[in-house]
T-cell receptor, first 111, second 111 residues
Framework: EDKVVQSPLSLVVHEGDTVTLNCSYEVTNFRSLLWYKQEKKAPTFLFMLTSSGIEKKSGRLSSILDKKELFSILNITATQTGDSAVYLCAVIPNSGYALNFGKGTSLLVTP | DVKVTQSSRYLVKRTGEKVFLECVQDMDHENMFWYRQDPGLGLRLIYFSYDVKMKEKGDIPEGYSVSREKKERFSLILESASTNQTSMYLC??????????FGPGTRLTVT
């Protein structure tokens, strides 16, 4: 059975800290991995990763995929209170239409 | 930008009532999805549709049905609402590269 596991489940940091969120997966016929940010509303898209070893970057957020070890990390540098959210990882298999979601990492950034 | 809208942000229904949740997307996407999101369980797929009048069960279809009469509209139906269907319901639409775009969500409470 396909599986996506995120760690940690929750995290509390101070503003300015750097955080690393983890996502490991066991998915048959992997196609792509996506990261979403969810505040008190619908998930919003952050990154899509398809190739191993290529970093995607957007401002203070970056992500990289390791297809050999079957994991991805999401880094946030110089965290701000506005980064507080649930971060979701999802995997697209080649064979299916639907995403397989992890349970998310809840990040709280305190002032 | 892709826009996915849902008919209600908040809904309160009584046990046994028939409930309709509607979702509309404006990007001519073929694939649309309904998820429910509960604390500790993450996002779980209820149903998806890959074309007009075509539907597939997701992981938790029991107690739900769907309707897709037009490409832009995907409806989720609770035939007889029960308290265990109290949840956040999220609709999504999928682009060709696999990315899913989410609507704002409907928080349904069944009393």
């Amino acid at each position: 059975e396909d599986k996506v596991v995120q760690s940690p489940l929750s995290l509390v940091v101070h503003e300015g800290d750097t955080v690393t969120l983890n996502c490991s997966y066991e998915v048959t016929n992997f196609r792509s991995l996506l990261w979403y940010k969810q505040e008190k509303k619908a998930p919003t898209f952050l990154f899509m990763l398809t190739s191993s070893g290529i970093e995607k970057k957007s401002g203070r957020l970056s992500s990289i995929l390791d297809k050999k070890e079957l994991f991805s990390i999401l880094n946030i540098t110089a965290t701000q209170t506005g980064d507080s959210a649930v971060y979701l990882c999802a995997v697209i298999p080649n064979s299916g239409y639907a995403l397989n979601f992890g349970k998310g990492t809840s990040l709280l950034v305190t002032p | 930008d892709v826009k996915v809208t849902q008919s209600s942000r908040y809904l309160v229904k009584r046990t046994g009532e028939k409930v309709f949740l509607e979702c509309v997307q404006d990007m001519d996407h073929e694939n649309m999805f309904w998820y429910r999101q509960d604390p500790g369980l993450g996002l779980r797929l209820i149903y998806f549709s890959y074309d007009v009048k075509m539907k597939e069960k997701g992981d938790i279809p029991e107690g739900y049905s769907v309707s897709r009469e037009k490409k832009e509209r995907f409806s989720l139906i609770l035939e007889s609402a029960s308290t265990n269907q109290t949840s956040m319901y999220l609709c999504a639409s999928k682009s060709g590269d696999g990315r899913q775009y989410f609507g704002p969500g409907t928080r349904l409470t069944v009393t």
